[in-house]
């Protein structure tokens, strides 16, 4: 298995169509065809006395593997040195036909079914799909094997021949499914078994291009696909994940991440992990007054050490200079206030503020909230650099109605702030568009983890933390940190307690190549 330095995951953020070689792809028809062209190849030769035979496998994929009917002929015989008139083509050309079409009539349509499981699991996360095939059997085979629901558009060799399409390794047959569904070639996807389709696929400047060799593929089988221009080479398409939209789910039905850490692995697929970490809650328990809530010093050693390999951003509700101070980990980026201050260590020149137009006003709600809640005990107002936080953890469940009271009392006063909800929490912030998900992209795109080859991983336990599971939804993946809890969520994974986080760190951490 090849790991290569593409993705190994499909993603709806960067890819809107998947484009499917038949044969070979969606069904075991390659050693179909394989054995009708030797049957036509071996019977022509012999009669010239003419050695050795067709070769099933090297001559099948070099000379007749995925070209239109005619050119196979023509590509095998000029590696032999024959040359034939155009009716002995047509005729050759005919009876290779006879014999595919009888073999199918006997054998039925052999289908492949790990890629038949990833075509319907690309449909089900939104993903258009087309079959281009030089065969011009392409629509029966298809029929017969009852996928016609499951594609969009069908570009077979009786398509090519009528539109005059140049067939593989030339991009048009390809190039013309996505312009009919309106789609850009960046934006698709092409899965190719054969090495004349892969550089059909290649030439076409498609998005990203998987080449299939298949279980049982030689080395040589899995270079030849890599040399002609497949990003990625797979045994079968079960080795590629998909990331759709973020669709929620109840986390009591989501997988356990330190029970699943091998599937959580194999879902990373050999990228490396960049890990966004909330602090309350997911780093430490939530307990009564925020000041309480330091960090362990085994979990503070154990993020220490994962730094020293992955990317790690703690990314809080809290002000960033207290988050800073609290975690205590050099080398860390700090998103501070629900991600309105980003700062990075020193050396990686990142930083950012959102909102700072805002200053006078939350100093002005800061003061009237102090005041008003003096009274009522138990109520902490906590000021941080882009929000007011209003705790009642502590108020007696008669006053904390009044909390709310004194809350929507300053925010009628001013209505360019939002209220925000947390654990026994009112959060009082810019209303513009930002959010821990907004600050988790912007992480991504400064540090320029989206090449591929890193999968972004968020653990966080609270509703803020929600926008950054939608926000990796696509080419990442969250982790909620459920303590007991059962809400729906878009997270993929789960952890119980901040003990469970540290414990699931070690054992990635003992599992580092
Ligand atoms: O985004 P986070 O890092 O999870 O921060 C969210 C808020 O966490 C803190 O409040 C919460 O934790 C306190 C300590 O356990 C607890 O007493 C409080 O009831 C919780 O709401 C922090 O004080 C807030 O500023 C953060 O916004």
Excluded: C
Aim: charged letters at 25%; aromatic letters at 6%.
């Amino acid at each position: 298995m090849d790991s290569g330095a593409f993705p190994r995951a499909l993603s709806r953020r960067y890819f809107d169509l998947v484009i499917f070689d038949l044969d070979g792809v969606l069904t075991d028809t390659a050693a179909l065809h394989a054995r009708a062209w030797k049957a036509l190849f071996d019977a022509f030769l012999a009669e010239r006395g003419l050695e050795p035979p067709f070769d099933l496998d090297s001559d099948y994929r070099h000379y007749v593997d995925g070209r239109p009917r005619l050119d196979g002929i023509r590509s095998f015989l000029a590696a032999r040195e024959v040359s034939v008139d155009p009716q002995t083509l047509e005729r050759l050309a005919a009876a290779k036909n006879a014999t595919f079409r009888h073999l199918l009539e006997v054998e039925g349509v052999p289908l492949l079914p790990a890629n038949i499981a990833f075509l319907h699991r690309v449909r089900a996360a939104g993903f258009r799909t087309a079959v281009v095939s030089a065969s011009r059997n392409a629509p029966v085979i298809l029929e017969a094997a009852g996928l016609t629901d499951s594609i969009d558009i069908v570009i077979s060799g009786v398509t090519a021949a009528d539109e005059g399409l140049a067939g593989k390794p030339a991009p048009d047959t390809f190039l013309t499914a996505a312009k009919r569904l309106g789609i850009e070639p960046a934006r698709a996807t092409v899965v190719e078994d054969a090495e004349a389709g892969v550089a059909a696929a290649r030439a076409g400047e498609f998005g990203l291009v998987i080449g299939l060799a298949g279980r049982e593929a030689s080395q040589e089988i899995r270079t030849g696909l890599a040399q002609r221009g497949a990003d990625l080479v797979v045994d079968d398409l079960s080795e590629v994940a998909i990331h759709g939209s973020a669709p929620l789910q109840p986390a009591s039905d989501l997988p356990s991440a330190l029970q699943e850490i091998e599937q959580l692995r194999e879902v990373a697929a050999g990228r490396s992990f960049a890990f966004f970490l909330d602090y309350d809650g997911t780093l430490t328990p939530i307990v009564g007054r925020p000041d309480l809530a330091v960090l362990d010093p085994e979990m503070r050693a154990v993020l220490a050490d994962l730094a020293a390999t992955s990317t790690v951003a703690v990314v809080s509700g809290r002000g960033l200079a207290d988050v800073r101070k609290l975690v205590g980990v050099p080398g860390l980026i700090y998103a501070g206030s629900h991600g309105f201050e980003i700062e990075g260590p020193a050396g990686l020149s990142i930083q950012a503020e959102h909102g700072t137009e805002f200053l006078p006003a939350l100093d002005a709600m800061e003061a009237t909230l102090r005041a008003g809640l003096r009274a009522i005990e138990g109520a902490l107002v906590e000021r941080k650099r882009f929000s007011v936080a209003v705790h009642y953890r502590l108020v007696a469940a008669e006053d904390q109605p009044r909390v709310e009271t004194a809350v929507d009392a300053v925010l009628a006063e001013h209505p360019e702030f939002r209220k925000g909800r947390g654990k026994k929490v009112y959060e009082l912030q810019p209303d513009i568009e930002w959010d821990k998900g907004r600050a988790v992209r912007w992480v991504i795109d400064a540090l320029r983890l989206d090449s591929g080859k890193v999968l972004p991983v968020y653990i966080g336990d609270d509703v803020t933390d929600e926008d950054a599971f939608r926000a990796l939804a696509s080419d990442g993946l969250g982790i909620l940190v459920r303590d007991g809890g059962a809400p729906l969520t878009a997270a993929r994974y789960t952890l119980e307690t901040p003990d469970e986080v540290r414990r699931f760190f070690a054992a990635l951490l003992e599992r580092r190549p």
